[in-house]
């Protein structure tokens, strides 16, 4: 699977970006797709993820309710609406899969940087 993240860019603080995960090489049917982010000087965290459907996702507690994950199968794309953007929200954000009963992420994109600006 082969992973392609796009959508960052810079914000203010307090509003929105989407970003968007498109897959490549395999359907994203059997994986749990999930979204991290690291900040400059920080580990890796993670920030969402989701299997098949909207009841079915987790979120990191600084942003449920601001953020939210969703996937569109037929375009094998999975994508991160964030709202309520906050200057801590600035990091590299990657998407990544897993297959579904795996102990860990296997697949990996390239990072897409949002910048939130007070």
């Known amino acids: 699977v082969q992973l392609q993240a796009s959508g960052g860019g810079l914000a203010q603080a307090g509003g929105s970006l989407r970003l968007s995960c498109a897959a490549s090489g395999r359907t994203l049917l059997h994986y749990r797709m999930g979204w991290f982010r690291q900040a400059p000087g920080k580990e890796r965290e993670f920030v969402a993820s989701?299997?098949?459907?909207?009841?079915?996702?987790s979120y990191m507690a600084s942003v449920e309710g601001r953020f939210t994950i969703s996937r569109n199968n037929a375009k094998n794309t999975v994508y991160l609406q964030m709202n309520s953007l906050r200057p801590e929200d600035t990091a590299v954000y990657y998407c990544?899969?897993?297959?579904?009963?795996?102990?860990?992420?296997?697949?990996w994109g390239h990072g897409t940087l949002v910048t939130v600006s007070s």
């Open positions: 989701i299997l098949r459907s909207p009841g079915d996702s």
């Open positions: 990544a899969a897993r297959v579904t009963g795996a102990d860990e992420y296997s697949y």
